[in-house]
T-cell receptor, first 111, second 114 residues
Framework: DQQVKQNSPSLSVQEGRISILNCDYTNSMFDYFLWYKKYPAEGPTFLISISSIKDKNEDGRFTVFLNKSAKHLSLHIVPSQPGDSAVYFCAASQAGTALIFGKGTTLSVSS | DTEVTQTPKHLVMGMTNKKSLKCEQHMGHRAMYWYKQKAKKPPELMFVYSYEKLSINESVPSRFSPECPNSSLLNLHLHALQPEDSALYLC?????????????FGPGTRLTVL
C-alpha cells in the first residue's frame, strides 16, 4: 500500500506560469516532507522541505504548502522555467526514519 | 565538495558474475544509503550505514552485500544476481541518519543483469 501518492504522472505548463505539483499521504505520523527533482541520468536533487509544525515554506521560486488535516502537500513553482522540466518526487518520513518516496510527477515547461 | 560520486555509470553483468558498485562523498556526512530504482518507480531504500555501521537492511536478498570501509566510501557487492535486479542503483549521504538532514544523491549506476 502506497503511503505517499503522486496521482498525476505528468504536468505540462507554459513558461512564466505557475506549476503546482501535488502529493497525498496516508500516514498521519509523518512529520517531515521533502521534494526532490530528478533529471534523466542523474540522481535526485533535494529541492525544499517542510516540517509538520509548519504549513508553508518558501525558497525563491519554490513554495511548499502542507495541509495536515487533508494529508496533502503541494509544491508551487512560480514562475516556471524550461529548466524546471524534470521528474519531481515527494518524500515523507516519520521521526527521522527512512524516506518514503512517491512515484514522481514529470513536469514539462514549454517556452 | 558537495558531490556524491558513483562508479561505474553503467554495468552489464551475467548472473554468475561478481561485481561491485562504489560510492564516495567528501562532505563529512556520517550516514550513507543505497537505493534501488526501477523504471517509473520511486527510489526504494536498501541499506543505511550510520557511522560506518549497518543500521538498516530493508530485507534485501543476500546476493547484495554492502560494505562501508570508511566514512567516505560505500560499496555494494553483487553476486549471482537475477535479471529482475536490473535497475538504477542510487547512493546517497546525509549529515546524520535522519531525514531532517536532506540526503544528497549520486547520479546512480545503471545495472543490467543478463
Amino acid at each position: 500500500d502506497q503511503q505517499v501518492k503522486q496521482n498525476s504522472p505528468s504536468l505540462s505548463v507554459q513558461e512564466g506560469r505557475i506549476s503546482i505539483l501535488n502529493c497525498d499521504y496516508t500516514n498521519s505520523m509523518f512529520d517531515y516532507f521533502l521534494w526532490y527533482k530528478k533529471y534523466p541520468a542523474e540522481g535526485p536533487t533535494f529541492l525544499i522541505s517542510i516540517s509538520s509544525i509548519k504549513d508553508k515554506n518558501e525558497d525563491g521560486r519554490f513554495t511548499v504548502f502542507l495541509n495536515k488535516s487533508a494529508k496533502h502537500l503541494s509544491l508551487h513553482i512560480v514562475p516556471s522555467q524550461p529548466g524546471d522540466s524534470a521528474v519531481y518526487f515527494c518524500a515523507a518520513s516519520q521521526a527521522g526514519t527512512a524516506l518514503i518516496f512517491g512515484k514522481g510527477t514529470t513536469l514539462s515547461v514549454s517556452s | 565538495d558537495t558531490e556524491v560520486t558513483q562508479t561505474p555509470k553503467h554495468l552489464v553483468m551475467g548472473m554468475t558474475n561478481k561485481k561491485s558498485l562504489k560510492c564516495e562523498q567528501h562532505m563529512g556526512h556520517r550516514a550513507m544509503y543505497w537505493y534501488k530504482q526501477k523504471a517509473k518507480k520511486p527510489p526504494e531504500l536498501m541499506f543505511v550505514y550510520s557511522y560506518e555501521k549497518l543500521s538498516i537492511n530493508e530485507s534485501v536478498p543476500s546476493r547484495f552485500s554492502p560494505e562501508c570501509p570508511n566514512s567516505s566510501l560505500l560499496n555494494l557487492h553483487l553476486h549471482a544476481l537475477q535479471p529482475e535486479d536490473s535497475a538504477l542503483y542510487l547512493c546517497a549521504s546525509s549529515t546524520a541518519e535522519t531525514s531532517y538532514n536532506e540526503q544528497f544523491f549520486g547520479p546512480g549506476t545503471r545495472l543490467t543483469v543478463l
